[in-house]
C-alpha cells in the first residue's frame, strides 16, 4: 500500500508572538516525505502574514501554501483550509502550539493507518507552564465534556461552564503516557481523512466563528463508524502565554484577562475559582459567555444532548447503536482495546 499524503492544516489570527517558534519547530520534527502545510490567515492585525510569507518564501517547510482572507472566524478558515488541502490525510494543528516530538507525522500514522476502523488520532497537548490541556476530549459520559486528563471543578449534573476544571501537571499524570480509545480529538493536533471530513460536512459553521468545532468534526466520524484514539507519544505545547489578542475588546476586559493570568500563574486551580468568583473575575468574559451558551444549546439542537449535564439514557436513545456510544457497548469498547492491544504488540515486535 503507498503511503499517503498528508496536509497539515493550520488556521491562523493574531498569532506574531508564537509564530516563529511554532513553525520553527514544524520545520525541524516533521520529516515525512509526502506532506503539504496550508495556513489561512483569517485576517491578522499584527505583523502574522508578514511572517508567513517570509516562511513561505524561504522554502524551510515544503509546500507552504499561504491563504489571505478577510476575518471571518476559525471555522470558515478551517474549511476553506479544507477545500485547499489535497493531502489523503489531513492534521489540524493550532497556530499558537508547537509540536514538539521528532518525526511526529510517522509516529501518529503508524496508528491512524494501523486498522481501517481508526477515524481519528490526537496528540499529547500540554499547556506550557507544564499543565495538562488534553489527553484527548471526554464528551460522551453524565460529567459532559471537560479535557481527559483534568478534574472537575463541579458536581456531576450541575456543571456551567466546561472550563472549570482543574490541571494537573503532565508530569504527575500517568493518564498522559497511555494509548486509549477517546471520544473524540482535539484541534491543537488532530488527525483524519479529508475525504470523510468532507462527507460529513466539515466544519459547522452553528459553531462559527470559533470552538467546538473540532469536538463536533471527531464526534461526526465516530457517527460513521470511526474510532479515536489518543496517541501519547507526540508531544504537543500549547504556548498560552504567547497568545495574543484575537479580537477587539474593551480596556476593562483586557484588564480583567492580565489579572486571571496572574491570579493564575501562582494559585491552584481550585483556589483560583474560588477567589475569581469572591471578586468578580472568575469565568469568562461576557461576549464569550454568551457564545459559550449560543454553542452549549446549538451542541443539544444538533446531538440531541446536554453538552454538560448529559442525561445518559437520551444519549443511548438517540446514538445507542454508533461508535458515539463506543465507551457504553462493551463490544465496542473490547473492540478498541483490541486495535491498541495489537498496536502496541506491532512495535514490540523485533
Known amino acids: ?7 497539515l492544516l493550520i488556521p491562523n489570527r493574531n498569532n506574531e508572538p508564537a509564530l516563529e517558534l511554532v513553525l520553527g519547530r514544524l520545520a525541524a520534527n516533521t520529516t515525512y516525505p509526502d506532506v503539504e502545510v496550508v495556513v489561512v490567515d483569517d485576517g491578522s492585525t499584527d505583523d502574522s502574514v508578514a511572517i508567513l510569507r517570509r516562511w513561505r518564501d524561504s ?3 515544503p509546500n507552504l501554501k499561504l491563504i489571505e ?3 471571518r472566524g476559525v471555522i470558515e478558515t478551517l474549511n476553506e483550509g479544507l477545500g485547499a488541502a489535497e493531502g489523503d490525510i489531513v492534521v489540524q494543528l493550532d497556530a499558537d502550539a508547537s509540536v514538539e516530538t521528532p518525526d511526529w507525522l510517522q509516529k501518529m500514522l503508524a496508528l491512524f493507518t494501523f486498522d481501517e476502523r481508526v477515524g481519528v488520532v490526537t496528540a499529547r497537548v500540554v499547556i506550557d507552564d507544564g499543565q495538562v490541556h488534553t489527553y484527548g476530549v471526554n464528551i460522551v ?6 479535557d481527559r486528563g483534568t478534574r472537575l471543578l463541579e458536581p456531576v449534573g450541575q456543571r456551567t461552564l466546561h472550563s472549570r476544571v482543574e490541571r494537573p501537571l503532565d508530569a504527575d499524570s ?8 477517546v471520544d473524540v480529538g482535539m484541534g491543537c493536533c488532530m488527525m483524519y481523512h479529508r475525504e470523510l471530513a468532507l462527507e460529513v460536512g466539515g466544519y459547522d459553521d452553528g459553531f462559527a466563528p470559533v470552538w467546538f468545532d473540532d469536538l463536533d468534526l471527531s464526534l ?21 502565554s504567547l497568545r495574543n489578542v484575537r479580537e477587539v475588546t474593551t480596556r476593562r476586559t483586557r484588564a480583567v484577562a492580565a489579572a486571571k493570568k496572574r491570579v493564575g500563574s501562582v494559585m491552584p486551580d481550585r483556589m483560583r475559582v474560588a477567589v475569581g468568583r469572591a ?11 454568551e457564545r459559550l451558551r449560543h454553542h452549549y444549546a446549538y451542541w443539544r439542537e444538533k446531538w440531541g444532548f ?20 463506543w465507551s457504553l457497548n462493551p463490544e465496542m469498547r473490547k473492540a478498541g482495546e483490541e486495535i491498541v492491544s495489537a498496536f502496541e504488540a506491532s512495535r514490540a515486535a523485533p
Open 1 to 7: 500500500m503507498a503511503a499517503p499524503s498528508v496536509s
Open 59 to 61: 522554502g524551510r517547510l
Open 69 to 71: 482572507r478577510e476575518h
Open 141 to 146: 459520559g453524565p460529567e459532559g465534556c471537560y
Open 174 to 181: 500517568p493518564l498522559g503516557r497511555q494509548i486509549a480509545e
Open 220 to 240: 461526526s466520524m465516530r457517527k460513521h463508524g470511526k474510532k479515536a484514539f489518543f496517541l501519547p507519544d507526540v508531544l504537543v505545547s500549547h504556548r498560552l
Open 279 to 289: 471578586i468578580g473575575m472568575e469565568g469568562p468574559p461576557p461576549a464569550h459567555l
Open 306 to 325: 446536554d453538552f454538560l449535564n448529559p442525561d445518559m439514557d437520551e444519549v443511548r436513545r438517540l446514538h445507542g447503536d454508533t461508535e458515539v456510544c
